[in-house]
């Protein structure tokens, strides 16, 4: 089992920077992908941000693209979402979610684990 806790959401003006954390415990090891999604009240979730587990790869939704960052801190087993340049339409609860079976996973299903959403509110 792995757990998965995310922290650092919060109220930012438009143009601010958040940076979220999502810290792994448990059989951490058999992992091969954490990701971020994000979801507003009524519409699906949104796949934002993937990267492998044990190397760099790392690969981002175009809407964030340029804009959030996707990280590690092995010795922390923490993943962290630097976003930048925020948006008012970059409201929404953001969930860490891990998978034991694919690399590069974009997708809700691709995924075995969830954490339970940080909020973030950007103001206009």
């Known amino acids: 089992q792995v757990q998965l806790v995310e922290s650092g959401g919060g109220l930012v003006q438009a143009g601010g920077s958040l940076r979220l954390s999502c810290v792994a415990s448990?059989?951490?090891?058999?992992?091969?992908?954490i990701a971020w999604f994000r979801q507003v009240p009524g519409k699906e979730r949104e796949f934002v941000a993937t990267?492998?587990?044990?190397?760099?790869?790392?690969y981002a939704a175009d809407s964030v693209k340029g804009r959030f960052t996707i990280s590690r801190d092995n010795a922390k087993r923490t993943v962290y979402l630097q976003m930048d340049s925020l948006k008012p339409e970059d409201t929404a609860v953001y969930y860490c979610?891990?998978?034991?079976?694919?690399?590069?996973?974009?997708?809700?299903?691709?995924?075995?684990?969830w954490g339970q959403g940080t909020q973030v509110t950007v103001s206009s």
């Open positions: 448990g059989r951490t090891f058999s992992l091969a992908g």
């Open positions: 990267r492998t587990w044990s190397d760099d790869g790392t």
């Open positions: 979610a891990a998978t034991l079976r694919f690399t590069r996973a974009t997708r809700q299903y691709e995924f075995d684990y």
